[in-house]
């Protein structure tokens, strides 16, 4: 019987494909996540988190304050406390077990609009959303989310307290 020496054709193209099969793959995972993926994950994220939100509110029948805290890339929700709760604190809002927090990564950019900035800052947070326990909610300040050149920015509808997003490249708005 005589041995061959040379690979056939069929045998070269299979480790050609399997070898373009790993590159691919190796690239995808070393490349990471495109602009547009990560603000939509970001997106959906929060979209779930002030669904929670929004259920707590009706469950605990008391209105919900949303906050946006800039120094600490945080939104944190919680029941309107009154003041004696407020002074009875031992620790801070953001801090407080019956808080809801929602934290950013560090390659999402978050700004509020032009109503913000109009209205200062007296406290260390900016108030955003206020959902009611009928089913309701008010935006006091729309939130805006930046990744790159690609931008996204939250209202509350007013009837039924769900997030309304619209996409845009942030002409007209003002970074905070």
């Not at 944190?76 to 003041?83: C, K, L, T």
Request: one cysteine or more; hydrophobic letters at 45%.
């Amino acid at each position: 019987m005589l041995r061959r020496s040379v690979f056939t054709l069929v045998e070269i193209i299979v480790v050609l494909v399997i070898i373009m099969m790993i590159t691919g793959i190796a690239v995808a995972s070393l490349r990471g996540e495109s602009p547009a993926v990560t603000l939509n994950r970001t997106s959906l994220e929060f979209e779930a988190f002030l669904a929670r939100v929004r259920f707590l509110c009706a469950e605990s029948g008391r209105d919900y304050l949303v906050h946006f805290y800039p120094d600490k890339k945080l939104v944190a929700a919680h029941v309107e406390f009154s003041e004696e709760e407020k002074e009875n604190m031992e620790y801070e809002i953001t801090e407080h077990p019956e808080v809801q927090r929602f934290s950013f990564g560090d390659e999402i950019e978050l700004f509020t609009v032009e109503a913000a900035e109009e209205s200062g800052m007296e406290e260390d947070f900016i108030e955003l959303f206020r959902f009611y326990p009928t089913g309701g909610a008010s935006c006091i300040n729309r939130l805006g989310l930046r990744v790159e050149n690609l931008s996204a920015f939250f209202d509350i509808s007013f009837f039924n307290g769900q997030l309304i997003r619209s996409d845009g490249d942030g002409v007209g708005v003002e970074k905070r």
